[in-house]
């Protein structure tokens, strides 16, 4: 064995200490580390020839990059849609790198991982009142979820053809109707061959929404003369958290051809709360629906999972087996993660997960996602009451989405942003809606209080203050 290396493994229990340590100092601090920085590095870092060890190697990570590294799973990183790391979700993400498992087949190496992300999905089902007739699995965000169920939307669109478009090639048009999808449904077409231009885009409902109208997606149906299509929902729009109506989806399905996908990325998690369980009422006739882990669920980044009805399970296979490798077997008869999702290897991605639900329950989450809508309200109606700034739609869930007052202000939005993002207090992102310039702030982190809202319209004072 290599010198360091066995100096490493001598040292291994003191080696991981002082990590413990070191997370816990950033974790124990995150209120006070900034939420942006300016800093940056020079990355043309030349490679020793001797390794330097591993404390060494922390050294020089608590030299030189840590004191870069922003709040980010803090309680006022509000851009994005940024969820924060629960300590179970940590203990589950430490873990799966220490067992380092494969989790692929039922019946091979790494086993047990399977079935551990089966009985996750299986949890996960239970918190959002879904049935089992899903089939789930993990992977990296929901850009990926979605680009794994419209992979299998895309050979459904084949299939009804007498195509098998995973074979042989997209042969045909495929249609697309959708309304608000975010933009990762975008990149998903674009990924898939199907065209990041070729879709329909279906009015949204009157007035300040940005749900589907469910008149015009019948109008624009009833145009394909019986030519099968797919649909792309949202549950909770990005910028408004708007929710598409699945009741009247669920009847269109009785009546038309169609696979109906949902991105319920962050918004799938109203079915955990009995305040808000109505937004997604009906979802659980869609064909495909993508859920982040690593946004309202609060674990480390590169979770999130996709469930697929068990009828197209066929068709997933289609899409995504290793057709070319015997030894992995026949793909129906031994069920293998690798044949039915993007990535082969993969980590035992599932565990952050199993530890969260497990440590906190149904009971956590509705908490968790009743106090950031509460939080959201709040924010809100401080807003309001300052009287520089006006919402640019309603507050339905947990996004707040916002300008300064007047049209005459449009061009200080950004300049107000990156003047409150640079104090390093809060970070928000910012977006264009209805054509007006304006700023999200997105409460999913479980760390947020009341006296987070409070420093940050402080915060926004002051630099209202100093732009006037
Ligand atoms: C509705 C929706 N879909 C998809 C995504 C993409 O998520 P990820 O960055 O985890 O791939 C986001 C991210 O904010 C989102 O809000």
């Not at 309001?384 to 300008?403: H, Q, S």
């Not at 809606?433 to 409460?443: C, E, M, V």
Request: with cysteine.
């Amino acid at each position: 064995m290599n010198s360091i290396l066995q100096q490493d493994l001598n040292d291994f229990e003191n080696i991981l200490e002082k990590a413990k340590q070191q997370g816990i100092g950033f974790l124990n601090n995150l209120e006070n580390i900034p939420t942006s920085n300016k800093n940056t590095i020079d990355p043309n870092r030349d490679l020793n020839e001797l390794g330097l060890g591993s404390l060494e190697a922390l050294k020089e990570f608590n030299e030189r990059l840590a004191p870069l590294l922003v709040s980010s799973p803090g309680p006022r990183y509000w851009g994005f849609v940024t969820g924060g790391s629960t300590p179970a979700s940590i203990v589950g993400d430490w873990l799966a790198s220490v067992y380092d498992q494969n989790a692929q087949a039922i019946k091979a190496q790494g086993g047990v991982s399977a079935l551990i992300e089966f009985e996750t999905i299986h949890l996960l089902l239970q918190l959002l009142e879904l049935p089992t007739s899903f089939l789930g699995g993990f992977v990296t965000g929901a850009t990926m979820s979605n680009f794994t169920c419209l992979g299998v939307a895309r050979q459904w669109f084949g299939n009804q053809l007498g195509k098998d478009f995973a074979k042989n090639g997209i042969s045909e048009k495929i249609n697309i109707l959708t309304a608000t999808p975010h933009s990762s449904s975008i990149k998903t077409l674009a990924m898939l061959g199907i065209g990041s231009q070729n879709y329909t885009t279906i009015k949204t409902i009157e007035g300040n929404r940005e749900a589907i109208d469910i008149a015009d997606l019948e109008q624009n149906i009833q145009t394909l003369n019986g030519k099968p299509f797919i649909l792309i929902s949202s549950a909770g729009t990005v910028n408004t958290a708007d929710f598409d109506d699945f009741t009247a989806i669920s009847k269109l399905k009785e009546k038309y051809k169609f696979w109906w996908h949902i991105d319920a990325a962050f918004g799938g998690f109203a079915a955990v709360s009995d305040k808000f369980k109505h937004l997604t009422e009906g979802w659980e006739g869609a064909d495909s629906i993508t859920i982040d882990c690593h946004k309202w669920l609060n674990v480390p980044y590169e979770s999130a999972f996709y469930l697929i009805k068990k009828e197209h399970t066929n068709l997933q296979v289609e899409t995504f087996q290793n057709s070319n490798a015997p030894y992995l077997g026949n793909p129906l008869e031994n069920f293998n993660y690798l044949n039915v999702l993007p990535e082969n290897s993969r980590r035992l991605r599932a565990l952050p997960v199993w530890f969260s639900l497990l440590a906190y329950g149904k009971k956590g989450f509705q908490d968790i996602i009743e106090t950031s809508v509460s939080l959201a309200q709040l924010f809100g109606n401080e807003l309001l009451k300052d009287g520089n700034f006006e919402l640019l739609a309603p507050i339905r869930l947990n996004n707040v989405c916002f300008t300064l007052k007047g049209d005459h202000n449009q061009e200080k939005v950004s300049q107000f942003l990156t003047a409150l993002n640079d104090t390093g207090k809060v970070f928000m992102t910012p977006t264009v809606y209805q054509n007006r310039k304006g700023i999200r702030a997105s409460f999913v982190n479980w760390r947020t209080n009341e006296n987070d809202i409070k420093t940050v319209i402080d915060e926004m004072k002051v630099i209202l203050s100093q732009l006037n």
